[in-house]
T-cell receptor, first 112, second 112 residues
Framework: DGGITQSPKYLFRKEGQNVTLSCEQN?????MYWYRQDPGQGLRLIYY???????QKGDIAEGYSVSREKKESFPLTVTSAQKNPTAFYLC???????????FGDGTRLSIL | GQQLNQSPQSMFIQEGEDVSMNCTSS?????WLWYKQDPGEGPVLLIA?????ELTSNGRLTAQFGITRKDSFLNISASIPSDVGIYFC????????????FGSGTKLNVKP
């Protein structure tokens, strides 16, 4: 089945540690996105990528980094500079401009 | 950044009742999307709207793209317990095809 796979489902971060969240899609979509979701709030855009080897900062990029070496993969690293990393992280992909985004099932990140 | 106002924040209704929720924006949008999110999962696309005035149905769900292009409405008829979840609107600004802005969600509770 085609879809977006995020892993792991749950992740714990120690103080000063970088952690990487995986997002893989087999939909052959060009664009991929990372969002952060906090309770009672809408999704906030962290980073997005329209094509391989290119990505742009979203509204809350500080403390995060990404790479887009392959079309199907868009990993997100939560660095130690992100002081409040506890949240639900959602990855999405999109066939093209103005097309609906499709989401993975998310990764819940917590601090140990 | 762009703000989407989604209301109501939460609703408690009886099974069988109809439900209405809406999103408004201060800017003109060229696309409106409605998603449903179950706990611990990613949002699932319900309806996509592309033209002002467009009215689209998906089973018991009906959504409309407002004439002013600054709002959208979602109606659920004859609610059932599995309608429980958080409903999000998302809009794409006419000047930026690379981003969707998300409302803060409407949490729906249905009493059997």
């Amino acid at each position: 089945d085609g879809g977006i796979t995020q892993s792991p489902k749950y992740l714990f971060r120690k103080e000063g540690q970088n952690v990487t969240l995986s997002c893989e899609q087999n939909l052959n979509h060009d664009a991929m996105y990372w969002y952060r979701q906090d309770p009672g709030q809408g999704l906030r855009l962290i980073y997005y990528s329209q094509i391989v080897n290119d990505f742009q900062k979203g509204d809350i990029a500080e403390g995060y980094s990404v790479s887009r070496e392959k079309k199907e993969s868009f990993p997100l690293t939560v660095t130690s500079a992100q002081k409040n990393p506890t949240a639900f992280y959602l990855c999405a992909s999109e066939r093209g401009a103005a097309q609906p985004q499709h989401f993975g099932d998310g990764t819940r990140l917590s601090i140990l | 950044g762009q703000q989407l106002n989604q209301s109501p924040q939460s609703m408690f209704i009886q099974e069988g009742e109809d439900v209405s929720m809406n999103c408004t924006s201060s800017s003109i949008f060229n696309t409106w999307l409605w998603y449903k999110q179950d706990p611990g999962e990613g949002p699932v696309l319900l309806i996509a709207l592309y033209k002002a005035g467009e009215l689209t149905s998906n089973g018991r769900l009906t959504a409309q793209f407002g004439i002013t292009r600054k709002d959208s409405f979602l109606n659920i008829s004859a609610s059932i317990p599995s309608d429980v979840g958080i409903y999000f609107c998302a809009g794409q600004h006419i000047n930026n095809f690379n981003k969707f802005y998300f409302g803060s969600g409407t949490k729906l509770n249905v009493k059997p």
